[in-house]
């Protein structure tokens, strides 16, 4: 599967460039305008690593870096930020702030490729040591990145958690109260009902393209990951 880059950038001229220059060497490329924009990206689709503008209008590249880092569901993404401000203190204010690299404009495309394979070599081993796979499933668990037979699949937040409480124990069947507690916890209050909803939901993204059902409702009991239903 092809790495994915999102550039969050706003100089059309120069995301044209970056594109050319990425997919060139092999990448998948998404591109934002602002940050709003590339944090809706993020929120949609599985990313290995964010090229981040500092000038952006509406918010800084600093404060989407920030917000980035706030957020559970995409903090451990790698960001190399992009900026024309090569100042020490910019430079400082950036890693602070949580990018991993720091490329001042103009840069060299050969230079800005070496940074990516890079960071992604450095974090590569991490990644894959915290991987589940189930049939034609991958998840992992640090980038929130799920797979089928290479298809992105875009989850809300209790459906990944369900699938990956699933993933952890393939074969076990979890009542619904079980489910339940691993997933929203002991002192909530969620009915029964709730947990077919999501299950559901879990249904229809997992086999979107028809794909062999490996949720199995389990009369009586609850629900398994397995492949015997």
């Known amino acids: 599967m092809k790495p994915v880059i999102l550039v969050i950038e706003d100089e059309t001229a120069l995301v044209t460039l970056i594109r050319y220059n990425l997919e060139a060497e092999g990448f998948e490329v998404l591109d934002a305008p602002d940050g709003e924009e590339g944090l809706l990206i993020l929120s949609e689709n599985a990313v290995d690593l964010i090229l981040l503008d500092w000038m952006l209008p509406n918010l800084s590249g600093i404060e989407i870096c920030r917000q980035i880092r706030r957020r559970s569901d995409i903090r451990n993404i790698p960001v190399i930020m992009l900026t024309a401000r090569g100042e020490e203190c910019d430079r400082v204010r950036g890693l602070n702030a949580g990018a991993d690299d720091y490329l001042s404009k103009p840069f060299s495309y050969k230079e800005l490729i070496a940074r990516i394979h890079a960071i992604l070599r450095r974090i590569r081993p991490a990644l894959e040591e915290k991987t589940l796979t189930f049939h034609d499933m991958e ?50 209050d969620v009915d029964e009902r709730t947990v077919d909803v999501h299950i559901r939901r879990l249904r229809q993204e997992l086999n979107a393209k028809d794909e062999v059902d490996v949720i199995r409702t389990v009369r009586g009991a609850g629900y398994a990951l397995d492949l015997t239903g």
């Not at 992992?140 to 989850?155: E, F, G, M």
């Not at 393939?170 to 002192?187: E, K, S």
């Open 139 to 188: 998840m992992n668990v640090v980038t929130h990145r799920v797979t089928r037979d290479s298809r992105s699949i875009h989850l809300g937040p209790t459906e990944y958690r369900l699938l990956c409480h699933l993933m952890e124990n393939p074969g076990r069947v979890f009542t619904r109260d079980q489910l339940i507690n691993a997933v929203w916890g002991h002192d909530v």
